[in-house]
């Protein structure tokens, strides 16, 4: 009798979860949206078709907390994270002042005015060592 073939993703467990972020949180060899991308992955399970359409306009700072909207209510993002997120910001002008044109994408694109691919930044994570997909299911099962 035939069996169906699934795609089961495997997913980590919470101590090589945690050992990732705490890597990619403190890795200053790799590139700042890279590690956001990776955090935001790790701890909230958010796909990476979701990440690139993020703008500038989900994040709000008021000085203190620093939040992003993935949905209501914004979620809150934790001190380390938050920094890296306030230092991607500072470090590249163009994501805060944007014009329309460049929709002020939290992850640009190559091309002006576009996000980067949900390839472009996968493979980003993939080179960082972090799987996306074994991520965000051992964050979901993690945080149900």
Avoid: C
């Avoid at 994501?95 to 996968?122: D, I, N």
């Avoid at 493979?123 to 960082?128: C, G, I, T, W």
Wanted: charged fraction near 20%; charge should be positive.
């Amino acid at each position: 009798m035939p069996r169906a073939v699934g795609s089961r993703t495997a997913s980590l467990d919470h101590a090589a979860q945690a050992a990732d972020l705490r890597r990619v949180l403190q890795d200053n060899g790799l590139p700042l949206r890279t590690r956001i991308a990776a955090a935001l992955v790790l701890l909230y399970a958010q796909p990476v078709t979701r990440l690139v359409r993020l703008t500038t306009d989900h994040i709000s700072d008021d000085g203190s907390t620093l939040t992003i909207a993935f949905g209501e209510p914004p979620s809150l993002l934790p001190e380390p994270v938050a920094d890296l997120v306030r230092a991607h910001l500072q470090a590249d002008g163009r994501l805060r002042h944007a014009s329309p044109r460049s929709a002020g994408w939290l992850f640009p694109g190559r091309q002006a005015g576009q996000p980067m691919s949900p390839g472009a930044l996968r493979e980003h994570l993939q080179a960082a060592g972090i799987s996306p997909k074994s991520a965000r299911v051992t964050a979901l099962r993690h945080y149900r």
